[in-house]
C-alpha cells in the first residue's frame, strides 16, 4: 500500500495526502528524478517548498520545489506540486577548489560527498540526514580533477562512462538519507545469471513503441590535449569505437586545465606520474565523448498486467534485450527511465531503454556552456 506522506525542512512528519487525482513518479538512472502530484485543494495547506514527499512503498524521497493552487471557472480547486529527488540535495554543493583523486567512482563518490556534505570543514555545509551507505566494490580505477562543478552532476559523469549511477535511499524509521553507488542487474537473453527481460511485441508487453537512433552528434575518437606547448604538448588518443572498422568521427579536448602538478588543500604539492597523467586526460576524454554518444533510444509503454513484472522482472538500470519483429528492431539497452503515471486506480509505465532525449539536451545545453 502507497501512503503519501508530507515531512517538513527537518524531515519531521507533518501529514498524510490520503487522496490525490494524478500523480507522476519519474525515476531517472544517469539524473535526479521527478515527481508532479495533483490533488483536491485542502491538502494544499501541507505543500510547501523546501518539504519532502515520501512514498512508504519506496525508498525514493521528492523535494518539493514548486507549489501552486488553481480554481477553475466551474469552482473546481485543486493543489499542485513538483520537485526532483533527494539526489538533487547533492546539486546544492559545489566542488570549490580543485580536488585530484584516483580511484573507482564508488571509492571517489564516497570520498566527495563525505567531504562535501557529510563531514565538510565548513560545518554549515553540512546536510545531517545523508550518510555513507553500503560499499558494493563497482567500478574500475580512474583519476579524476574537478573545480567548479556541481556535486551531483560531477559525480552522474564519472559514473555514466562506467553505466553506474547513485542514489540516495531514505529510512523514514530512522531518518536517513543513505548514498551509495549500484548498477542495474545484466537481464539480457545472452546470459544465464539473472533472469531475462525481453521487452517485445510477440510477448504482447509493449506497445506505443518509438525507435530513435541519432548518429548526427557522434564522436567515438578524441584527441585529448593536457600541458605543454607545441610539439611538447601531451596529447592523449582516446578511441571508444567497438571496432576498428567503425567510422571514426574525431573530436579535440582541449584540457590545458589539467595539469601534473597541482596543489592539495594542506598547501602540499604533488606531481602525477606520466602513465598517472596520461590516465587523467585519459578520463576527460570519456567524460567528454559521453556527451557526444550516439543516441539509440526506444521509448515505449509497457503493460505492467504482461509477463514481466515491475521492480521484480526488470527495474530502473537494468540491461535488457528489446525486440520489435514488424520492422525487425533488435537492440540490447540499459533503461535509463521509468516514468510511472497513477490516474485513480490506473497505472501506466513508459520505460526508456538507452539514452533518452532529455538527457541529450542536457548534454548539449552543458556542451554550449563550457
Not at 534485450?321 to 490506473?346: C, H, L
Request: proline share 2%; net charge negative.
Amino acid at each position: 500500500m502507497m501512503n503519501l506522506i508530507i515531512l517538513d525542512e527537518n524531515f519531521d512528519t507533518l501529514g498524510i495526502i490520503s487522496v490525490f487525482n494524478t500523480m507522476i513518479w519519474d525515476r531517472r538512472y544517469y539524473a535526479p528524478g521527478l515527481f508532479e502530484l495533483y490533488t483536491p485543494a485542502e491538502f494544499f495547506e501541507l505543500m510547501n517548498t523546501g518539504r519532502y514527499l515520501y512514498r512508504s512503498d519506496r525508498t525514493d524521497l521528492g523535494v518539493i520545489r514548486e507549489v501552486n493552487f488553481a480554481r477553475d471557472a466551474k469552482g473546481a480547486r485543486t493543489a499542485y506540486c513538483k520537485g526532483y529527488f533527494a539526489e538533487e540535495l547533492l546539486n546544492n554543493r559545489v566542488i570549490n577548489g580543485q580536488v585530484n583523486i584516483t580511484g573507482t567512482p564508488e571509492a571517489i563518490g564516497r570520498q566527495l560527498v563525505n567531504k562535501y556534505v557529510i563531514s565538510p570543514s565548513d560545518a554549515d555545509r553540512k546536510i545531517p540526514e545523508i550518510r555513507l551507505g553500503t560499499q558494493h566494490g563497482i567500478g574500475t580505477s580512474v583519476t579524476v580533477t574537478a573545480t567548479g562543478d556541481r556535486l551531483g552532476d560531477k559525480l552522474y559523469e564519472i559514473e555514466q562512462t562506467q553505466e553506474l549511477s547513485h542514489r540516495l535511499i531514505y529510512d523514514y524509521l530512522a531518518n536517513t538519507l543513505s548514498f551509495e553507488l549500484w548498477q542495474g542487474k545484466d537481464r539480457r537473453d545472452t546470459q544465464d545469471v539473472n533472469s531475462w527481460a525481453i521487452f517485445s511485441d510477440s510477448f504482447f508487453n509493449v506497445k506505443n513503441a518509438v525507435y530513435d537512433r541519432d548518429e548526427s552528434d557522434c564522436k567515438n575518437f578524441a584527441y585529448v590535449a593536457g600541458e605543454g606547448e607545441g610539439t611538447a604538448r601531451v596529447i592523449v588518443e582516446v578511441d571508444i569505437r567497438s571496432s576498428a572498422d567503425e567510422e571514426r568521427r574525431e573530436l579535440w579536448v582541449d584540457a590545458r586545465d589539467l595539469q601534473s602538478t597541482y596543489t592539495d588543500d594542506g598547501g602540499t604539492e604533488h606531481t602525477y606520474t606520466a602513465a598517472q597523467y596520461r590516465a587523467l586526460l585519459r578520463q576527460r576524454g570519456l567524460e567528454k565523448l559521453a556527451e557526444y554518444e550516439k543516441v539509440e533510444t526506444v521509448n515505449s509503454d509497457v503493460d505492467p498486467d504482461a509477463n514481466l513484472i515491475y521492480m521484480t522482472d526488470f527495474d530502473l538500470g537494468d540491461l535488457c534485450t528489446y525486440r520489435y519483429t514488424d520492422v525487425g528492431i533488435e537492440t540490447i539497452k540499459r533503461i535509463t527511465e521509468i516514468q510511472e503515471v497513477y490516474e485513480g486506480s490506473k497505472q501506466t509505465l513508459s520505460v526508456i531503454f538507452g539514452t533518452g532525449a532529455m538527457t541529450s539536451i542536457k548534454k548539449l545545453i552543458k556542451r554550449e556552456a563550457s
